[in-house]
């Protein structure tokens, strides 16, 4: 154990010769947690360490070495197994770190760039050429896009779109994302627009990803956003007061309060 858990070498290795001596000839579905990227980011491998690791600025990069390096090793194994050849891979995270450069908060109740923004690819036969969208997407989208791979048209409760189909004209790809951890926040990302906002200090922030992608200017409260402000508040409240009653049973901070005292005026 290194931190949380089996460090990622270990567990993709454990995964693969669990595959492989699978007696199950049915299709699967496997999920796989790694952890190695995570809070203390203790380094199972010294050799992948470039900078001191000692330094807590180091940490982060030089673990993410060591989990890059572990999870090429496994793919490359993997993908070019045949027993493997119509196994889709999508691989994604369920955040990011807002650690040192350029924010410092060590928050998650903070929803900067450094936090929110993940990885989401999708490897193997998906039935479409390799590209790169330039989308602003979500893992919402996961969910739609597994069923549509799999031709499974069915109604679902997702409020994602298929990563495998593009935006039709006049429909604005969204991005919507929260945490609950450190206190409530929750934000929305349309096209170069990103607002978020935290519900127990009251203070929301609005930057413009196309010309501040470090999110040094707040214009949050400038007459220039204000109509676009107050929609995308609107929104926030519209998709995340459905949640306000599992968060409350699961002793998260208390949204239902705040979300009430917003639509009557309080704070």
């Known amino acids: 154990k290194v931190g949380w858990g089996a460090p990622d070498k270990d567990l993709f290795k454990f995964v693969y010769k669990y595959l492989v001596q699978r007696k199950d000839k049915r299709p699967f ?17 010294k050799k992948y360490a470039l900078e001191d ?23 490359d194994e993997f993908m070019k197994d045949p027993r493997f050849k119509n196994t889709i891979i999508l ?29 989401l690819l999708l490897l193997g036969n998906w039935g479409q050429p390799p590209a790169v969208v330039g989308e602003v997407r979500e893992l919402a989208d996961i969910g739609p896009t597994v069923l549509d791979r799999l031709g499974i048209d069915i109604p679902n409760h ?20 929260g945490n609950a951890d450190s206190g409530a926040a929750t934000g929305v990302r349309i096209g170069d627009d990103k607002y978020f906002y935290n519900y127990q ?67």
């Not at 994602?160 to 429909?171: E, H």
């Open 201 to 267: 200090s009251d203070l929301g922030r609005f930057f413009d990803m196309e010309h501040d992608r470090q999110e040094r200017t707040n214009l949050a409260g400038s007459p220039s956003v204000k109509l676009r402000e107050e929609r995308y508040q609107k929104l926030l409240l519209d998709v995340y007061s459905e949640n306000a009653k599992l968060i409350k049973e699961n002793r998260f901070w208390n949204w239902e309060w705040s979300l009430d005292a917003r639509r009557s005026g309080h704070h």
């Open 158 to 177: 997702f409020i994602g779109q298929s990563l495998l189909r593009r935006y039709p004209a006049g429909r604005e790809p969204k991005a919507f994302f």
């Open 29 to 45: 579905c496997l999920t796989i947690a790694t952890v190695s990227v995570h809070h203390p980011f203790r380094m199972p491998e």
């Open 91 to 119: 691989i994604s995270a369920d955040h990011g770190l807002n650690w040192f450069s350029p924010h410092t908060t060590h928050t998650h109740s903070t929803l900067w760039e450094d936090l929110v923004w993940v990885p």
């Open 53 to 75: 690791h000692s330094k807590l600025e180091n940490q982060v990069p030089n673990v993410i070495r060591y989990s890059d390096a572990a999870l090429g090793e496994f793919l």
